[in-house]
Structures are given as C-alpha cells and as structure tokens.
C-alpha cells in the first residue's frame, strides 16, 4: 500500500504550511512610525490632493500608490495593511519555488529556501516590515531570472530595466541592482561586446520607462514638481547627518556584523559561509546554470551591502532587501549541513550521537526559531484582551518615543470624545503620522514630522507654514521627548521647536490653552473651541 504524502507532494505540502505559518504573526503586527507615514501620504493621494505639495516626505513616490493601493482595496485598518504584507510575501515565497528550479535547485532547495525567506522576513518584527524593502524582492528575482535566461530577447531586457527603475522608485539606492548585473556579463557570462551593448541598451530604455511611470508620472499633477524642488533641498542637508568619518567606519564594522550574528542569526549565517565555501570549491560539479545563479547573486549581495553602507544608516530593516538572494543560499547550506549531520548520526555510536544531538540542539537555539515564538507572544492578546496587546507594544525605554501605542490610543480617545466637528489637529512631533493616523487625520498643513520644520536646516517657507498650520488648528499636541538626533540633526524635542519658534509661541500664549497632559505629551486647545 502506497502512502499519498510522499515525495513531492508531501514537501510542497509541508513547505506550503510552513510559509504560511511563518507569515501568519505578520496579521496581527501593529501599524508601524514608518508605515503610518507611508499610509498618511496614500490617503493624500486618495484625496485628490498633491504629493510634496500637499503632504511632505523625502522619499520617492512609489511606496505611498503601493498605500493608497492597499487603502483602496483592503481598507486602512490596520490588519488591513498586514494582510496585504501576507499575500505579497507569500507571492514573493511564490516566486523563489517557481524560479530556483530553472537554475539548478533542487525542488527540496527551492522549497526550503522559500521558508527559510518568511522565517527571515518575519523574524524583523512589526518595525521591519512593510518597508519598502519589503517590496523590492519582487523585481529583484524576477530581473535576475529574466537576465541569466532570457537576456536575448527585448521584451525581457525591457522588463529587466523596468523592474530596477520600480526598485529606484521605492529607494534610489535600491537601483543599484543593475550594477552588479553589468558586471556579471563581463566576468561570469562573457559574451561579444555587440550583444552586451544592444541588450543593455534595451535595459537601459527598460529603467528609463520604469522611473518615468513609476517616478516621473506624479509629477504631471500641478504643484508636484514645485514641492519635491524643496523636499530636495532639505534632502541635500538632511543626508549628511552621518558624515563618512571614523566614527562611521567603526559603526560598520560594528553594526553588519551584529545584524547577521543577532537578527539573522548565527545558524544561518554559517549556513551561508556553508554555502559560500560550497561554491568556493565545487569547481565544475555543479551545474553551469546553478553556478550563474550562485555568482549572480553574491556580486548582487555585495552591490546590495554597499547601498545600505551608502545611506549611512544601520537600521534592521535596511537589510532586508537582501533576503531574497540571501534565503537560496542559506538553504543550499542548510541542506548540506542536514545531509553530513544525518549521515554522520546514522553511521555513529551512542556518544557521538549524543554529542551530535547537542550540536543540532545549539543551531536550533541560535537560529530563527527562538525569536520567532517570541513574536507570536501577544498574538492570544490580540484575540483575548486587547489592553495587554496594546501594553506589549507600549515603550519600555524612557529615551524611547515612537513606540508608546498606549499613550496614543489614550490621547485618540481624549481628542475624539471632546473635539467639534470639522476640528483640525496639528500635531509636533517627530512621528506625528502615528497619531494622524489614530485620529484618522491628514496633517495640518501638509507635515507628518517636526523634523520638517524643526530641523537646523529646514525651509523658511516650511517654518512659515508651521505657524500657519498651527493658526488654522483647533488642537494641538506636542511631543515632549522625542529626541532623534539620527533623523532630526538636533538634540531638541518637538516641545523645544515649539518654544523656540516665536509667532507659535505667541500665538500658543494668546489663542491657546492647555487641556490635558499625558506622560509624553502636552494637548493644547483653542480658546473658545468648546
């Protein structure tokens, strides 16, 4: 008698599952600092209203349609735009098991490299998700796919370019993507000069399309084009927070390794040297095709590395534009590190089993697995009691000030119970789009931070309309410790660029009082508004 679940089925069965079970604390991941600024500049343009005229931010346009988007379809809730995360990533998970098979993998390789990218993916926790790194992985395999198989033919060189200039438009860094592609025709596939110029020709005319829908179409939007001209010039100062100095070479030599060894994991990184040295010394037993894909994607993740060293910037989910080439890799370790230990602990006595055993149970608790159940801690919470969920995700830090989901609930309910209808709320604050968000607010005038104002190298026109903004309010709260030195280029609170800011603060003293005072922030209301 034959047992159905075995082989194929039986791995794409249990794969499958484990994707999906990797994914699933993603549902219930609170809305993020980041991603209520994403969803702020989505309803922007559901509105009708400008970009970067009507709502300020500094990066590209592309990630605030992917919210408007989701907004549209799924609604703004925020389970809303987590379910939206599941079924991207699992068509990211998708994608590897369709693609790896084509370059050499194993079907057992593609499908444990597809887990082993949810797993990764997750792990980041609610912060470090639906980011617009969270996005990239998408045109990224599927331009490396089409480049190493399908690179002759136009309609994939066109698409190749289009889904770099997609990249582009989400994180200008994130184009880099090309770069290592050009130079793996020179080393690794060396073919005749003409070729490589009409391909890359077309690619080129590829990435112009993308950046021009994907960026450049916005910009047809009156006021558009006006408005970006000055988020560029706070761009120009605003990037050189963190200088090229020795200070930052010793936070990268700090800072990349302890994302690997802590938020990776030391169990897949020695995966990943397994890897490496397996393709190190294969010489010509794998496959031609196998060994394309292996060396295309190291020269992308060494491409990849450098564009997160060129933003300056170690935040966690910067790294996560390299699962996708990261997570094949990590499996073909994997799977070479089970097949050795398996054999090793058939062919072995008792002892050695034992101490065997002892290894595999330290990779288990250096590996993903551990942080992973302690997501799912107030996934109960989330179903069961709502306050502990909300108190998990409170601060826990004094100097911490984006993450206090308590206090902000609190302040919603404060406002909403007692405001009048059509009353406008300006809120100063570093991460003023989480509370924009809670109150189901657009920003007043047009900011979603205080950096924008507050910042020693802000607009004129900017800190003009920042008293604007607070003459047209009927409230307005003010953040009293968000110190963020790393975004703001200063070591004053929002409450500080109050006070600082002259015609605010008299029109704080005359046309204002002060209802209400919460751990972190203060609440102001206009006179006579009752």
Known sequence: MTIPWTGRAFQTAVFTAACFVFLAPLLYFPVSPDLAFFALGGKTILAGDALYQDFVDIKPPLIYFVLAFIQLVFGDAEISFRLFDILFQAGIALSIVIILPRHGFSRSAALLSAAIYCLSYTIQNYTSTLQRESLVGLPYLWAVHWFLLRRNRWQYCLLIGIAAGSAFSLKFTMG????????????????????????????????????????????????????????????????????????????????????????????????????????????????????????????????????????????????????????????????????????????????????????????????????????????????????????????????????????????????????????????????????YYFLGETPVPKFPSS????????????????????????????????????????????NMVVEQHAGVMKLLEEEFEEVQRFAYFNVYRKKGAQ
Request: charged content about 20%.
């Open 176 to 435: 880099v993507v090309l770069a290592p592609m050009l130079l793996a025709e020179f080393v690794l596939l060396r073919e005749e000069g003409r070729s490589i110029f009409r391909r890359w020709l077309l690619i080129g005319l590829g990435f112009v399309l993308g950046v021009a829908v994907f960026f450049g179409l916005p910009f047809l939007k009156p006021g558009v084009a006006e408005g970006y001209g000055e988020v560029m010039q706070f761009l120009r100062d605003y990037i050189s927070i963190q200088p090229f100095s020795l200070v930052f070479i010793r936070d990268t030599m700090k800072y990349i390794p302890m994302f690997f060894a802590e938020k990776y994991s030391l169990t897949l990184l020695f995966c990943l040297a397994v890897a490496l040295g397996r393709y190190l010394m294969s010489g010509d037993r794998d496959s031609t095709v196998f060994r394309n894909w292996t060396a295309a994607t190291i020269l992308i993740l060494v491409f990849l590395l450098f564009s997160i060293i060129l933003e300056r910037k170690y935040i966690p989910y910067h790294f996560s534009r390299m699962f996708v080439f990261l997570s094949p890799l990590a499996a073909i370790g994997l799977l070479s590190i089970g097949r050795r230990f398996y054999r090793r602990y058939v062919e072995s006595g008792r002892a050695r089993r034992l101490i065997l055993a002892l290894v595999i149970t330290g990779l288990i608790f250096v590996s993903p697995l551990p942080r992973y159940f302690n997501i799912l801690r107030p996934a109960l919470s989330y179903l069961t009691d709502r306050e502990r969920y909300d108190t998990f995700y409170e601060v826990t830090h004094p100097n911490e000030s984006s993450v206090i989901r308590v206090q902000q609930l609190e302040l919603r309910g404060f406002i909403n119970q007692r405001r009048n209808p059509g009353d406008r709320v300006f809120v100063a604050a570093t991460h003023a789009g989480m509370i």
């Open 451 to 494: 950096i924008f104002y507050g910042a020693p190298w802000s607009l004129p026109q900017w800190k003009a309309q920042f008293e604007e903004g607070v003459r047209q309010a009927q409230w307005l709260v003010v953040h009293t410790n968000d110190l963020h030195p790393v975004v703001s280029g200063t070591l004053n609170t929002s």
